[in-house]
C-alpha cells in the first residue's frame, strides 16, 4: 500500500469491493452449540437411550401405564432444551454489548467498526489495552509495544517497528501506532483465543468431574445387577409377561436419569440470573468458580475506586520553572491518553505548541512515561518513588501527599529519556508533584464487608505507591488494611513469596508479572482465587486466577481473558455473583443426595431380589409414582431455589456419608416389609407390592424431608405436599387402582410403617453424626 493509502485508510468503494470479494474479516464464533446441537446433546444421551429402550419394552409387555417413566425423556429433553436456548441467547447478547469494536482510518476519518467487518487492507489504529483482532503489519508505530504472551508464554512486550508483524491474540502493552490488516478469519493466527475466552461448556469443573465419576461407578454396577435381576425374575415363577415388568421395574431406578439433566439447568440458570444483573459468564465453570473462591485480589483502580481520577494540585519542587505548559505538552504528545493523563488535562493551559521529536510511552513495567522537546527540553512524568527514587527531600514530599490516599506523580526535567542502564530517564531534574484526587465506589465498605462475614480474604493489589494504596484501602474498610507492603521488596522465592501473601493485605508498586505470580504462589498455599481487574497490566493474572473477573469498560485484553465480564462496571454486583455460584452448588448438592440415594437402594432392592430369588416388589408404575414424589418434582424446586450456604471442600465425600447410609436403610426397611408381607398367607403379590411401595415412599419421603433442610416455610410445604399427593392416591379409588396399589392385610402395613419408622430415625442418626463431623470452612485469620 502506498504512504497515501496508509494515511487515508480505504475508501467505502474498496471496502464494498473486498466485502464482495468475501475478503472480510470472518470473526470466530462464540463456542455455543447451534439449536440442533443443543436439542440433539439433551435428547441424544446414554440414560435417555437406556430410558428408551426399557420405555419400549414396558409398553409392549405392560401397556401405556406401565411405561409412563417413560415420559422423562420428554421432559428432561425439553426443559434442558429451553433453558440451554435461553442461556444461549442472553449470552449472544451480552458478548455482542462487550465487544470491543476495532477503530479504522476509512475515507481518511477514524471510524469504530465491528471486529467481524474488517477487510484486508483496513487500517486499524492501536491504543494502550486494545487487543488486535486480526493479523497484520505495523505502519505507523509510536513507541509501540506488544504483549504476546497470551500466545507465546514470554511475559515481557515486544517493540513493534514499522513492518514488524502484529499477531490476533496478542495486545498493546503501552505505546500507539497502527497496522494494515493482512489474514484474516480462519486465516489468523491465533483469533481462537476470545473463541475459547468466549466458550459455553462445563469443561474444567470439580463439580461435573464428581457427578462423573459417580456416574462411571453407577454404570458399573448397574450391569451385573441387571443381569442378576433379569435371571432371578425369570426364576421366579411368574409369566413371561410379569418377568419383564418386575426386571424394567427394577432397572429404571437405578438410573439417575435427572442428575445431569438438573445439574446443568442449575448452570444455567445461574447464567440467566447473572445475565439480568449485566455479568456476561464467559464459561459455565466459573458459576462453580464463583462459589469456592476465598482468596479475593482486587485492583485498586477501578475497583474499589471509581474509575476516573480529579486533578487535585501542583506542588511546585523547583521554583524557576512553570509545571502546566510542560504538562500541556506531554498531555497533547500522548495519542492515547490513561485516566491520569485525561485528568492532568483537564487542569493545564492550552498546549504550548512543541513539537516531540521522541516519546517514551508509559508502561505498567516502567511506570512512567516522557517526551523530548528538542529545545524545550526532556522530560518524564510518572511515579515518584520511581523518577525520584536517589532524590530524598522530594521523595519524602511526595510519600506526605499520598499517605492521605491521593495519587501523587512526579514530573521532572531529563538530560536523557534513555532508561537501558536504568529503571528511570538519566539526569533527572524534579520540577513538581501532581496531586490527583481519587473517590471511592458506592457502597465499597458494604461490598467489602460482605466478603469478610464469608471468609473470603482480600487482597488489595495495585501498581500505585504502596502508601496511597494502604490510605485508600483503610478507607474503604478493607480488614487488616495497616499490613501494606511495597511489592519491590518482595522475595522471588515461591515459597517465601507465598509467605508474605499470608501475611500482608495491601501490596503497591506491583508489576503485571508479580500479579500472575501472586496468583500462583497463592495456589501453592490451597487457595482457590478470584482476581478483579481492567488494565492491559491485569491480563496475565486474570488468565493464571480461578475466576478472573474485569469491569466492561476495562481494556478488550482484560474482558478478553476474564471468565465474569461486569459490563455495568459495578463491583457492588460480586456478593450477588458469589451468591449465585454458592446457590449452584449448594443446590445441586442437595439434589445429588436424592438421586444417590434412590440410586443406591434401587441397586440393593435389585441384589436383594436376585439372590433370594423372589419377584421384584414394585411395578413400573409404582416407581414412576415413587419417584416422581420423591425425587423428580423436589429435585427441581430444590435445584432452582435461592441458597446462602458457604461452600464446603469434600462434595464427593459429603454426598457419599448421606447417600450410601440412606439408601442402605431404605433398602433395608422395603425389602423388610415386603419379606414379611410375603411370608404373610392372607395376602396375594399384589398386595404385598403396595406394602412395599407404601414403606418405600414412607423413607424416601423421610430422606426428602431431610435433604430439604433448613427449612424455609416452602421447603416445608413442598414435603408436606409430596407427602399429601401419595396420601390422596391412596385415598382416590380411581387413583389408588391407576397406580395398583391394594389394600391387603392391615398388619403388613403397620409392619411396614413401623420399619419405615426405625430406619427414619437411623437416617436421623446419621445426618446428625455427618453434620457433627463435617469439615468446616477454613476460618479467617
Request: proline share 6%; hydrophobic share 50%; aromatic share 6%.
Amino acid at each position: 500500500m502506498t504512504a497515501d493509502t496508509v494515511r487515508l485508510g480505504l475508501s467505502t468503494a474498496e471496502v464494498a469491493e473486498r466485502v464482495a470479494d468475501g475478503r472480510v474479516n470472518t470473526a470466530p464464533e462464540r463456542r455455543t452449540r447451534n439449536g440442533w446441537q443443543i436439542l440433539a446433546g439433551n435428547l441424544f444421551t446414554f440414560f435417555n437411550a437406556l430410558i428408551g429402550v426399557l420405555t419400549v419394552v414396558a409398553l409392549v409387555f405392560g401397556g401405556p401405564k406401565q411405561a409412563l417413566f417413560g415420559l422423562v425423556i420428554v421432559f428432561n429433553s425439553a426443559i434442558g432444551t429451553i433453558q440451554e436456548l435461553r442461556a444461549k441467547a442472553a449470552l449472544d447478547r451480552l458478548a455482542i454489548v462487550g465487544q470491543a469494536p476495532s477503530r479504522v482510518i476509512r475515507d481518511g476519518a477514524e471510524t469504530p467498526v465491528a471486529p467481524d467487518a474488517l477487510v484486508v487492507d483496513d487500517h486499524v489504529l492501536l491504543g494502550p489495552g486494545e487487543q488486535i483482532p486480526v493479523d497484520g503489519k505495523v505502519a505507523r508505530p509510536a513507541g509501540l509495544e506488544v504483549d504476546e504472551s497470551l500466545l507465546t508464554g514470554e511475559s515481557d512486550p515486544v517493540a513493534k517497528a514499522e513492518g514488524d508483524e502484529v499477531l490476533s491474540g496478542s495486545f498493546v502493552a503501552s505505546g500507539a501506532g497502527a497496522f494494515v490488516v493482512g489474514r484474516i478469519g480462519a486465516d489468523a493466527y491465533a483469533a481462537r483465543l476470545l473463541a475459547e475466552a468466549s466458550r459455553f461448556s462445563l469443561a474444567d469443573s470439580k463439580l461435573m468431574g464428581g457427578i462423573n465419576r459417580f456416574l462411571k461407578i453407577i454404570t458399573v454396577l448397574i450391569v451385573p445387577v441387571a443381569v442378576l435381576l433379569i435371571v432371578s425374575q425369570a426364576r421366579s415363577g411368574q409369566s413371561l409377561r410379569d418377568n419383564i415388568v418386575g426386571t424394567v421395574a427394577g432397572i429404571v431406578p437405578m438410573i439417575p436419569e435427572g442428575l445431569v439433566l438438573l445439574t446443568s439447568i442449575a448452570f444455567v440458570v445461574g447464567v440467566l440470573r447473572l445475565a439480568r444483573r449485566r455479568c456476561l459468564v464467559q464459561e459455565l465453570p466459573a458459576i462453580e468458580g464463583l462459589a469456592r473462591v476465598d482468596v479475593l485480589c482486587l485492583d485498586k483502580t477501578g475497583t474499589l475506586t471509581e474509575p476516573g481520577m480529579s486533578f487535585g494540585e501542583i506542588v511546585d519542587l523547583d521554583g524557576t520553572v512553570d509545571a502546566r505548559p510542560i504538562l500541556a505538552a506531554l498531555v497533547r504528545a500522548d495519542e492515547n491518553p490513561n485516566p491520569t493523563m485525561l485528568a492532568v488535562a483537564d487542569a493545564v493551559p492550552v498546549d504550548p505548541g512543541w513539537e516531540a521529536e521522541s516519546q517514551v510511552p508509559f508502561s505498567s513495567a516502567r511506570k512512567w512515561s516522557g517526551a523530548d522537546f528538542g529545545g524545550h527540553g526532556a522530560y518524564a512524568f510518572g511515579a515518584p518513588d520511581v523518577l525520584l527514587a536517589e532524590l530524598p527531600e522530594p521523595l519524602a514530599r511526595a510519600q506526605e501527599l499520598g499517605a492521605g490516599g491521593n495519587r501523587v506523580l512526579a514530573l521532572v526535567g531529563a538530560d536523557e529519556l534513555t532508561c537501558d542502564d536504568g529503571p528511570r530517564p538519566v539526569g533527572v531534574r524534579p520540577l513538581a508533584l501532581v496531586v490527583l484526587e481519587q473517590r471511592l465506589r458506592p457502597h465499597v465498605g458494604r461490598t467489602l464487608g460482605y466478603f469478610n462475614e464469608q471468609g473470603v480474604t482480600l487482597k488489595i493489589i495495585s501498581g500505585d505507591n504502596a502508601v496511597s494504596v494502604g490510605a485508600v484501602a483503610r478507607a474503604a474498610g478493607v480488614p487488616h488494611a495497616e499490613r501494606v507492603v511495597d511489592a519491590r521488596e518482595l522475595p522471588e522465592d515461591p515459597e517465601a513469596l507465598a509467605e508474605a501473601l499470608e501475611t500482608y493485605t495491601v501490596f503497591g508498586r506491583v508489576t503485571p508479572q508479580q500479579k500472575r505470580a501472586f496468583v500462583t504462589a497463592l495456589h501453592r498455599r490451597g487457595h482457590t482465587v478470584a482476581m478483579t481487574g481492567d488494565g492491559v497490566n491485569d491480563v496475565l493474572a486474570l488468565k493464571e486466577a480461578d475466576l478472573g473477573v474485569a469491569m466492561g469498560s476495562g481494556s478488550a485484553a482484560a474482558r478478553g481473558v476474564a471468565k465474569v465480564v461486569l459490563l455495568d462496571n459495578d463491583f457492588g454486583s460480586l456478593p450477588r455473583v458469589v451468591a449465585e455460584g454458592r446457590r449452584v452448588l449448594g443446590n445441586i448438592e442437595r439434589v445429588s443426595d436424592l438421586f444417590l440415594t434412590k440410586t443406591i437402594y434401587s441397586i440393593a432392592l435389585a441384589l436383594a431380589v436376585g439372590l433370594i430369588g423372589v419377584p421384584y416388589p414394585f411395578a413400573p408404575i409404582h416407581v414412576t409414582l415413587i419417584g416422581a414424589l420423591t425425587i423428580g418434582v423436589p429435585s427441581f424446586f430444590l435445584a432452582l431455589a435461592p441458597n446462602s450456604e458457604r461452600f464446603r471442600p469434600g462434595f464427593v465425600g459429603r454426598v457419599l456419608r448421606f447417600a450410601v447410609p440412606a439408601g442402605v436403610m431404605v433398602a433395608l426397611a422395603t425389602f423388610g416389609a415386603y419379606w414379611l408381607a410375603r411370608d404373610n398367607e392372607s395376602s396375594a403379590l399384589r398386595e404385598d407390592k403396595a406394602t412395599a411401595t407404601i414403606t418405600l415412599f414412607c423413607v424416601a419421603l423421610a430422606v426428602l424431608a431431610l435433604t430439604a433442610r433448613p427449612y424455609t416455610w416452602w421447603r416445608g410445604g413442598l414435603v408436606i405436599v409430596m407427602g399429601g399427593l401419595f396420601v390422596l392416591v391412596l385415598a382416590v379409588p380411581f387413583a389408588r387402582d391407576f397406580f395398583e396399589l391394594s389394600y391387603g392385610d392391615p398388619y403388613n402395613t403397620l409392619v411396614g410403617l413401623g420399619l419405615a419408622a426405625a430406619a427414619v430415625l437411623v437416617l436421623v442418626g446419621v445426618t446428625w453424626w455427618n453434620t457433627r463431623t463435617a469439615v468446616k470452612p477454613p476460618m479467617k485469620q
